[in-house]
């Protein structure tokens, strides 16, 4: 489509074959031959700029795209979405072609934290998902707006109960409990000691990213330091 063409020749007008080659090892979910190379900064500021014209929403219509950093601008071009029924049925539209963590990680949107409950509803139904980064992207999404004044125990127990054998699910799991020992102690050191956490290489990881951590507390550590590391 012509629209879509004009933000993908925008793309390949941004890039980087260095950058692409970096990348190319970061996300071994996805081919070499389709990441461009974008840095971050200019496909924000591309974002930014797109957001709301026709092409955008054309763009955001014209589903799959080919390449890397085509969902990653779509998912940028999300984030200036100011209607969360739409925004929530876009990313349910870009989900089941996101295929590595970078694109994942980076859809979820601070208007998410606006509407807890009726996010919460469609986290719930992601985490029922076979597809791994609809899974991870539930994980992340509770990592980012959930752990504040949005959390409930009820976001952990789903977390502690998911067992799943994918890599990119269970370093998010990890990548979880350790953010949440961080920025709640009282609520989540439970799942440590009484090991709640039914993943073992979830409970084992996410004790290693705790230890590793500045922010979490030392008497906390000190604590930490006297747990198994598998259960």
């Excluded at 629209?3 to 970096?22: G, V």
């Excluded at 000691?193 to 990881?205: A, F």
Aim: aromatic residues 12%; proline residues 6%.
């Amino acid at each position: 489509m012509q629209h879509e063409l004009l933000l993908t020749r925008r793309l390949f007008e941004l890039a980087d074959a260095k950058y692409a080659d970096f990348m190319a090892k970061l996300v071994p979910t996805v081919e070499r031959e389709r990441i461009i190379g974008v840095r971050l900064p200019a496909l924000r500021k591309l974002a930014k700029s797109a957001a709301g014209t026709p092409e955008a929403l054309e763009y955001l219509r014209s589903l799959p795209h080919r390449y890397f950093d085509e969902n990653n601008l779509h998912a940028m071009l999300l984030k200036h979405e100011g209607d969360i029924e739409r925004l929530l049925a876009s990313v349910e539209a870009l989900l089941p072609y996101v295929d590595n963590w970078a694109t994942c990680d980076m859809l979820p949107s601070p208007l998410f934290a606006k509407h807890p409950e009726l996010v919460f509803t469609q986290v719930k139904k992601w985490f029922c998902s076979s597809h791994t980064f609809t899974v991870r992207f539930a994980a992340v999404t509770l990592l980012c707006y959930y752990l504040g004044e949005n959390y409930l125990p009820e976001q952990s127990d789903l977390c502690a109960r998911l067992v799943s054998s994918e890599y990119y699910i269970n370093m998010a799991l990890a990548w979880y409990f350790a953010e949440g020992l961080a920025r709640r102690p009282a609520d989540f050191i439970p799942y440590f000691e009484h090991g709640k956490i039914k993943n073992p290489w979830v409970h084992k990881k996410a004790l290693q990213k705790a230890r590793e951590s500045r922010r979490v507390p030392r008497d906390l550590l000190c604590r930490l330091a006297e747990l198994k590391t598998e259960k």
